[in-house]
């Protein structure tokens, strides 16, 4: 008649999928936008400037990879993925942090071209935009959890244990052999 549990699990589920899509396509774009502004600080010949652009390139490489890696990859892949998220949301912290605080200065360390008032604004920017890169991918990294989740209770065999049921919910003869004496019946 009304609404049943199983729809309601279902549209949730589907509902918190499309919240993670939208937030890895807002991740992509906000990092790819912060590698855009710091090439416009024309900083190809420092060490600080290809380390900056690289750390945007693998937050655009998580959240490519995390789209198919939360819902139906190996344990191997999803760990992979978390790691590498949240080391990099940490540094993208440290890097906006930096930004905000010593502009400068770390203006100094990149060897930017640019005249040091645009530089400063243009470095401010980017580090806003890293502290947006910083609140998505932990974001992701939760919803991310929560997908995995879903998807090991519902047992659609992520990872190598699949499910902890059988599929009717019936404990297996082959179960009850490794129980201890007392409640073997």
């Not at 937030?23 to 024309?42: D, E, K, M, V």
């Not at 400037?49 to 999803?78: D, E, P, Q, R």
Request: one cysteine or more; a neutral charge; aromatic letters at 12%.
């Amino acid at each position: 008649m009304g609404l049943s549990v199983e729809n309601s699990v279902t549209e949730s589920h589907s509902r918190t999928h499309k919240i993670f899509l939208i937030s890895n396509y807002l991740l992509l774009g906000s990092a790819s936008s912060c590698i855009f502004l710091t090439l416009s600080l024309r900083l190809f010949p420092s060490l600080f400037g290809f380390f900056f652009i690289l750390l945007h390139v693998i937050a655009i490489g998580g959240a490519v990879s995390g789209c198919s890696v939360a819902i139906s990859g190996s344990n191997k892949w999803y760990l992979s993925h978390m790691v590498t998220m949240v080391l990099t949301s940490i540094f993208e912290g440290s890097v906006s942090v930096l930004i905000w605080t010593r502009t400068p200065d770390f203006l100094g360390y990149l060897k930017s071209y640019v005249r040091e008032e645009d530089g400063v604004l243009i470095l401010r920017l980017a580090g806003g935009l890293c502290v947006v890169v910083f609140c998505l991918e932990w974001l992701v990294l939760g919803l991310a959890f929560v997908l995995r989740y879903y998807a090991f209770v519902e047992g659609h065999g992520v990872g190598n244990g699949g499910s902890l049921k059988q599929r009717d919910g019936r404990v297996g003869d082959e179960d009850l052999k490794n129980w201890p004496w007392p409640f073997q019946v």
